[in-house]
């Protein structure tokens, strides 16, 4: 079993920056593969970003290419996303998940974190 809990968001302004974390613990974190995930009410939840337990490879959506960095200690159990130039559009709750090589769907999920950004 894996716990997952996010932290670091927040009200910021337009072009403002944020870095979320994602803390685990329950299982070896270096063997999990890690993404980023949002939702705003009424949408569906969409895939932001996600890195391999080795940190080496990571991938993005098109909409936070270039203004989102993820990226992984796994000797303090955590995955950050570093987001710069926010956008009003990027508000949502952000989740962290996790998953084993083998797993197809992510299959640990933390409860989330708001980051609202203002016009």
């Known amino acids: 079993q894996v716990q997952l809990a996010e932290s670091g968001g927040g009200l910021v302004q337009t072009g403002g920056s944020l870095r979320l974390s994602c803390a685990a613990s329950?299982?070896?974190?270096?063997?999990?593969?890690v993404g980023w995930f949002r939702q705003t009410p009424g949408k569906e939840r969409e895939f932001v970003a996600a890195?391999?337990?080795?940190?080496?490879?990571?991938i993005y959506a098109d909409s936070v290419k270039g203004r989102f960095t993820i990226s992984r200690d796994n000797a303090k159990n955590t995955v950050y996303l570093q987001m710069n130039n926010l956008k009003p559009e990027d508000t949502a709750v952000y989740s962290c998940?996790?998953?084993?090589?083998?797993?197809?769907?992510?299959?640990?999920w933390g409860q989330g974190t708001q980051v609202t950004v203002s016009s």
């Open positions: 329950g299982r070896t974190f270096s063997s999990l593969r």
């Open positions: 998940a996790a998953r084993t090589s083998s797993q197809y769907d992510y299959a640990y």
């Open positions: 890195i391999i337990s080795s940190g080496g490879s990571s």
